[in-house]
Antibody, heavy 120, light 109 residues
Framework: EVQLVESGGGLVQPGGSLRLSCAAS????????MNWVRQAPGKGLEWVSY???????YYADSVKGRFTISRDNAKNSLYLQMNSLRAEDTAVYYC??????????????WGQGTLVTVSS | QSVLTQPPSVSAAPGQKVTISCSGS????????VSWYQQLPGTAPKLLIY???KRPSGIPDRFSGSKSGTSATLGITGLQTGDEADYYC??????????FGGGTKLTVV
């Protein structure tokens, strides 16, 4: 069974940092691209970042220069290092799997999400 | 303001059919496939449609997708109360990012 479990969320002050993790199981993690998607309270989905199997990386403009995505295939884990956090980064952060055998970006499995709250 | 435009809400009676539109541009929908996601209250999103009109295993054929030019449509037939959810379209954009629609809340009344 495919499972994605996020952790690392919490309350952080503006300007602070947080590192999110996503533990993957039930599939060959190294064979898939991965993404982070967030959802502010009561709002819609917003894509945050992508990392391919070969570590090609893309970011949304809203987080570029502040967030860093990475993966450790040996640990079946995806990470999101978030620096210089702002109130508008407050959201539930989901990790999502992206099969390369799809012709385009589609996320077939999602984690349950971890809440990040940026507030003083 | 989302890059892809969806109606904020739609409603229909049980057993009826509903469609949800998603409008974009030549930079996104016009140049790539569209996916659709269902988000039930309090849960993570779930993939309903990929590559415009394909259903992942386990998704009933009551759900369908289509695309024409720079717009896409999600169709749901035989509506059930359990279909009440938020629905999002998404696609790749030439700005090297994934873009989502603002979401459509489906009410089955």
């Amino acid at each position: 069974e495919v499972q994605l479990v996020e952790s690392g969320g919490g309350l952080v002050q503006p300007g602070g940092s947080l590192r999110l993790s996503c533990a993957a199981s039930g599939f060959t993690f190294s064979s898939y691209s991965m993404n982070w998607v967030r959802q502010a309270p009561g709002k819609g989905l917003e894509w945050v970042s992508y990392i391919s199997r070969s570590s090609t990386i893309y970011y949304a403009d809203s987080v570029k220069g502040r967030f860093t995505i990475s993966r450790d295939n040996a640990k079946n884990s995806l990470y999101l290092q978030m620096n210089s956090l702002r109130a508008e980064d407050t959201a539930v952060y989901y990790c999502a799997r992206e099969p390369d055998y799809y012709e385009s970006s589609s996320f077939d499995y999602w984690g349950q999400g971890t809440l990040v709250t940026v507030s003083s | 303001q989302s890059v892809l435009t969806q109606p904020p809400s739609v409603s229909a009676a049980p057993g009826q059919k509903v469609t949800i539109s998603c409008s974009g541009s030549s930079s996104n929908i016009g140049n790539d496939y569209v996916s659709w996601y269902q988000q039930l209250p309090g849960t993570a999103p779930k993939l309903l449609i990929y590559e415009n009109n394909k259903r992942p295993s386990g998704i009933p054929d009551r759900f369908s997708g289509s695309k024409s030019g720079t717009s896409a449509t999600l169709g749901i037939t035989g509506l059930q109360t359990g279909d009440e959810a938020d629905y999002y379209c998404a696609t790749w954009d030439s700005s090297l990012s994934v873009v989502f629609g603002g979401g459509t809340k489906l009410t089955v009344v």
